[in-house]
């Protein structure tokens, strides 16, 4: 009989460490068109990582039920 190999989930991407963000003043922030895009596209991008780190873990994505 041939027994296909287990197949791990692939382990996840690093967080990001805390020191990586800053916190800037309103007023250093530029505000025309391409900066709103900018900011637009770092919004979903941090929102689509947090998405990501909360996602339920592989026993609650479990589809068929089975526990055993």
């Known amino acids: 009989m041939s027994r296909s190999p287990l197949r791990l989930p692939a382990p ?16 250093l922030l530029s505000a025309g068109p391409e900066a709103e895009e900018a900011r637009r596209a770092l919004y979903e991008w941090a929102l689509a990582e947090a998405r990501a780190v909360v996602r339920p873990s592989l026993p609650e994505r479990d589809l068929a039920g089975v526990w055993n």
């Open 12 to 27: 996840p991407a690093p967080a990001p460490a805390p020191g990586a963000f800053a916190l800037l003043p309103a007023a």
